[in-house]
């Protein structure tokens, strides 16, 4: 949905407003943080790399073009602020693989709510099958579904095309069905 | 209903009515559907890979807590006004250390804002207009309270907690004990095992929506009511009956307030800013009749009035000035 108040906040903040930087610090904070903490799996790289980037934004914040929303922004940005601290620790010099390499999303059984709405993903084994599937298919169901982008956004963030991920998208939740018909004959 | 083709996924996800169908928003969508997959068995395959992708998947969301993000945010600011102060080379080291004091000053008072009422064993939490509050009960139990509202418990039962206002609970399951925990308006009674759901009673009566789990509302007029993740239900004590039932809301338009914002989706502009008074303690005064039925859909922030004032003014293009305690509001 989108937030009728972003405009605002973010001219505010080109004009140097601390206030509205606080807003918009505050609001995006937690959701980058899990966000960042999927892809590093460390905690303190995380925490490091966010405030680095927030302070980065801050200070670049006259070069900033207009947005329609600043969601999309931020977590493209910041995912690749924290690829570029990733690859220099680990001293990883081939540019074009890395992404996919490095991002590998894990999901564990206490995040999912135990109430799903889908009859589908009720199924108990449904962590695993989503850590089964291919690296960008998950990054695609974590953007969707826990950070709550549309399917432009996701492109946006994953540097796909539209196209690209709303097959991403469908493809993933086509194999999740298949897995668990599967698991349903084999346990029948 | 316009026929149309259905071939890809994609021409049932931008579809309104398919949308409807699978969040049975409309009966008349329901059964158009029902006929349609009967009348369609090929495609049956395609038609609920498009119902799972609208549904998706749930998940908790786990993040840090809203006071490691303020400490996490003072230093940040710290840092930028150290460098702001730094490029324009005006070194004052003591200015900075009354920016801090200050700063630790108003933490302080923030902090200090419920009060807690000495009395030898009742608790007890109030916020002020503006203010939203996040608790830990002695027994672990979290609660987030919304402005203008208050909470409290005994210290020898804190299972059972008053509420006049609106607060979000999050309670513990004591799975050893199997102990239940109540909130307890002058509506109704909530019975609870562990589970988060949302408490309002503003406005002369007391609305539950339930987020997850399982709890059974005692209402004042002796009976029981059972609820299901998602449930909606307004009962007014005054009036002795259910004012308004859902059986399935959205869980952000409900509790978006604890994470500082408020969800419209088609709302008049009369209700919305209802909502805005009951935060702010404010009163609404529309100049233009014909402006209380703007439709307003979108997020704004109740963190900040202002800036929450801009954008609904920007949303339905009206004119909001605040004066005092009142809110004029007229067209553009």
């Not at chain 1, 449904?126 to 579904?145: S, V």
């Not at chain 2, 014909?290 to 979108?298: E, H, P, Q, R």
Request: proline residues 2%; charged residues 30%; aromatic residues 10%.
């Amino acid at each position: 949905m989108k937030n009728l108040s972003d405009e605002y906040v973010w001219k505010a903040l080109k004009e140097g407003d601390l206030n509205a930087f606080s807003i918009l610090y505050k609001t995006y904070y937690p959701r980058l943080y899990n966000y960042g903490l999927k892809i590093s799996r460390k905690i303190h790289l995380t925490e490091d790399t966010l405030q680095d980037f927030f302070l980065y934004v801050y200070e670049h914040r006259e070069n900033l073009s207009d947005l329609d929303t600043i969601a999309p922004y931020l977590f493209s940005s910041y995912r690749r602020h924290l690829i570029r601290a990733l690859k220099k620790k680990s001293k990883i010099v081939s540019f074009d693989e890395m992404d996919v390499k490095i991002i590998d999303i894990q999901f564990s059984p206490e995040e999912l709510i135990t109430h799903q709405e889908s009859e589908t993903f009720k199924n108990k084994n449904i962590t695993t099958l989503l850590n089964k599937l291919p690296k960008r298919q998950k990054e695609a169901i974590y953007l969707k579904y826990y950070s709550g982008l549309n399917t432009h956004d996701i492109a946006n963030v994953m540097e796909l095309n539209y196209q690209s991920a709303a097959n991403t998208i469908h493809k993933a939740i086509k194999n999740l069905r298949e897995e668990v018909s599967i698991l349903q004959l084999i346990n029948s | 209903m316009a026929k149309k083709n259905y071939d890809t996924i994609e021409d049932f996800l931008i579809d309104e009515s398919f949308n409807n169908w699978v969040k049975a928003t409309r009966l008349t969508d329901v059964d158009f559907w029902e006929e349609w997959i009967a009348c369609n068995p090929h495609k049956k395959d395609l038609v609920f890979e498009a119902k799972d992708i609208v549904l998706g998947i749930q998940f908790m969301h786990i993040e840090p807590s809203s006071e490691k993000v303020d400490t996490t945010w003072s230093l940040l600011e710290d840092k930028i006004k150290a460098k702001t102060l730094e490029k324009s080379k005006k070194k004052s080291p003591n200015y900075f250390k009354l920016v801090g004091i200050a700063a630790s000053i108003l933490l302080l008072v923030s902090v200090g804002l419920y009060t807690f009422n000495k009395s030898p064993e009742k608790i007890s939490y109030k916020t002020a207009y503006g203010e939203v509050l996040n608790l830990k009960l002695m027994d672990g139990s979290l609660v987030t309270l919304n402005s203008n509202s208050s909470i409290y418990y005994y210290e020898n039962n804190n299972r059972k907690v008053w509420l006049t206002g609106e607060a979000f609970f999050e309670v513990d399951k004591k799975i050893t004990t199997n102990a239940k925990f109540w909130v307890l308006t002058d509506d109704l009674n909530v019975e609870v095992y562990g589970t988060s759901f949302n408490v309002d009673t503003k406005h002369k009566k007391t609305a539950v929506f339930l987020e997850e789990g399982n709890i059974w509302l005692e209402l004042k007029n002796g009976a029981t009511q059972k609820m299901v993740p998602g449930n909606f239900i307004s009962y007014s004590s005054v009036d002795s009956r259910i004012i308004e039932r859902k059986e399935k809301v959205a869980s952000r338009f409900k509790t978006s307030w604890k994470d500082g914002s408020i969800i419209f989706e088609k709302l008049p502009l009369v209700e919305a800013i209802q909502k805005i008074e009951d935060t702010y303690g404010l009163t609404a005064i529309f100049k233009d009749e014909d402006c209380k039925s703007k439709l307003i859909t979108g997020g704004v922030p109740i963190t900040n009035l202002s800036i929450c004032l801009k954008a609904i003014e920007k949303s339905v293009n009206v004119k909001i000035t605040k004066l005092k305690n009142q809110l004029i509001i007229q067209k553009k």
